[in-house]
């Protein structure tokens, strides 16, 4: 039973990182992830889509005909996150303001489809759950990740504008990780996106390679197998 | 007595990387010269930190793949990529311009994609355009040709000014930067000046500008030389040249107020060496001889359209890039038939 719920949250966090390994919700990831608090942002937006979504899809999954499940999926999708977009209108109106038309094109997030398809429309509501809340903070830690690297390649700063989502007390919260630094364009334009995931990617790949080297893989013997009968 | 028998084929090839690189070399050597006495010794300064850089980033990425190192390293295509970065700079960039650019233009143009025959873009010119949408202040600071230039840097000045970016205390910035011909003509027309009244302006010379084309003149020596050893195929920079020169001279003929002459458009800014240099690359261009035309055709035509109504002065590297995009779809349709082989 745990070892069921650990899998959900090991593949959603990196096995099966939505980013990393799925490639999906590409757009957003390039186009927001230009700072931290960017990327955090639209990060636990999108977490709170995939985790209302997956749950309301599950819990409704008996009662949905086959044949028009993926308009309901987009219905639900799509009043989640207006439900979102109006929420940070009102509660984080600066940060709302510079993510923009983001927040509304979480619906078109193919992860969110995506997991509802795939996950949520099978699963019992608790596992449907804690996959959206794990693929969630999976995307938020790709995002997090290519945005710090843009932020500190690009502006050579860390946590600009953290204010916008933590409130005044954040405002000194900047770090200056270069200082006297002039910037370097391509990391905060679109191809600097596509360099950081590439490379990000490539060192999950080093990762994933370096733990099997060091964990060999655990053969069954069919000899002992057939023994054992 | 005894024969030995030797198979086929019996003639050596006699071209090698190693020995096709060495000659693009010294085929630089006219325009590297004309362009040091023109605009003085940075430009040495900065092909010797290329190659510098260049080099160890080449032996440390062949290094992590695990790929023979020496071998490599002798066969001097990274040394020909950090030159011709090198000479695309402008003389008076920081050292880390250069050191940044010939890293990129290694390791991510060109080693991610598999090394030396595997890049579809031609690794110099995705350092330029690296460094140029980066670092746009640096990268458009050119210097004033020797002979406009009322300031005369020594070689500790230039030493100064390249490693730690300090001019000497009685010269400001401005005295020795300048606009470069084809920059001039641009924010002239948008001032409303026409092209004779701009060309009388003491930055151009004969053709192009003071200096300038001299050094394309010593790019179209070495290129021409380059022709003769049968380094490269005509094909190429005569489409790219005709390319260019039909264009320029389209708009000319329409209104010569608005849009320069050819000639200018020939030996102002990069066409020279672009065309010799730098769209031949053998990786990255087209390989069919009809499909070589039509590639430097449309390199000459967007260095045209590029110059006159997009966002840039000069548009080689761009043109470049777009062509090396283009060529594997030009090779596609342009493939040689058969004998025999119905249409």
Redesign the interface.
Known sequence: MFSEYSKIVKDGLWLNNQAFVALLGLCPLLAVSNTVINGLGLGLATTMTLVFSNTIISLIRNFVPDEVRLPVFVLVIASVVTMIELAMNAWFFGLYKILGIFIPLIVTNCSIIGRAEAYASKQRADKAFLDGLSMGLGFTFALVTLGSLREVIGSGTLFTKAELMFGEAATTWQIDVITDY?G????I?P?GAF?GL?LLIALKNIIDTKIKQRKPAHIQIPIQAAQEQ | MKFSTVMSPHLQPVNSVDRVMLQVLLALIPGIAAMTWFFGIGVLINIALAVIAALLAEASILGLRGRPISATLKDLSAVVTAVLLAISLPVIAPWWITVVGSLFAIVIAKHLYGGLGYNPFNPAMVGYVFLLVSFPMQMTAWLAPVELSSVALTEIDWLKLIFLEQLPDSVNFDAVTMATPLDSVRTQLGLGRSVPEIQTDSAFGFIAGKGWEWVAGGYLLGGLWLLWRKIIGWQIPIGLLLGLGLFASICYAIDSNQFALPSFHLLAGATMLGAFFIATDPVTAATSVNGRIIYGLLIGSLVYIIRVWGGYPDAMAFAVLLGNLTAPAIDYFTQPRVFGQKT
């Open positions: 002039s370097m364009l391509l990391a334009l191809p360099i590439g």
